[in-house]
């Protein structure tokens, strides 16, 4: 059960909690494969086999799991090895990263997100925590938040304690004042429980729980969320 009047800050999980990841992912990839068809056609072609990207994908993540945290690295890796493959110039590997990075930042917030962060940032310190490459300035909500941690510029992602634990340092309190809210049982439920803080689990999907550890409180979006705090 969650108890609302220990919390004292609140970070956050961004892809697919504020908005939903994968339209976007799939909005990229389509003008990214554009892109290649009129500045690197055989590249278009190797990109349009969604199987030959899969392998090609899998590949570069088996031999920089080093880097496993960077979805930026892995993405530009992908790119130029696309077009190395295909015969293209790796040259173009920066502007093609660009185009797909740009529609990766033309998200669509689910209809509760906003209103919820105006509401909830008038009220607790906001730490965004994501293992996701969104750009919190970009897409334009950085003025909700006290700080953002992304997997790749901190150099580890969610569930290691350390970036959970930096992001109640950056929200100016101890781990067992914060509650953390997203999506994914096993990074933000499971991670943050672990570093002591209270953990809220949004469920859009109605699926089922199915971890050992249950989270403190099981919403099916942000105005649920709230409502805790009404």
Not at 59 to 68: F, G, I, M, T, Y
Not at 84 to 103: H, S, W
Not at 192 to 214: D, K, L
Request: a negative charge; hydrophobic letters at 50%; proline letters at 4%.
């Amino acid at each position: 059960m969650l108890q609302t009047h220990k919390v004292r800050a609140i970070t956050l999980d961004l892809d697919d909690t504020l908005w939903p990841i994968w339209p976007t992912i799939a909005k990229a990839e389509k003008a990214l494969g554009a892109w290649f068809t009129d500045n690197a056609p055989a590249t278009g072609r190797f990109w349009g086999d969604a199987e030959r990207r899969r392998l090609l994908r899998e590949q570069v993540v088996q031999e920089h799991e080093h880097l496993a945290h960077d979805m930026a690295f892995l993405r530009r890796e992908s790119i130029r090895r696309a077009l190395a493959q295909a015969g293209d110039d790796e040259a173009l590997a920066a502007t093609a990263f660009d185009v797909f990075i740009a529609m990766r930042h033309e998200v669509e917030l689910y209809e509760d997100a906003l209103e919820a962060l105006q509401f909830l940032a008038a009220r607790f310190p906001l730490v965004a925590v994501s293992n996701g490459n969104a750009d919190l300035g970009r897409i334009g909500l950085m003025p909700h938040f006290r700080a953002a941690f992304s997997a790749a510029s901190f150099g580890v992602g969610k569930p290691d304690a350390r970036i959970f634990l930096a992001a109640a340092e950056a929200a100016g309190v101890p781990a067992e004042a914060v509650l953390h809210v997203g999506d994914d049982a096993l990074l933000d439920v499971l991670g943050a429980h672990a570093v002591g803080m209270q953990t809220a689990w949004i469920n859009r999907g109605e699926h089922p729980w199915t971890q050992s550890v249950q989270p403190h409180a099981s919403l099916t979006d942000l105005r649920e969320l709230c409502a805790l705090f009404s």
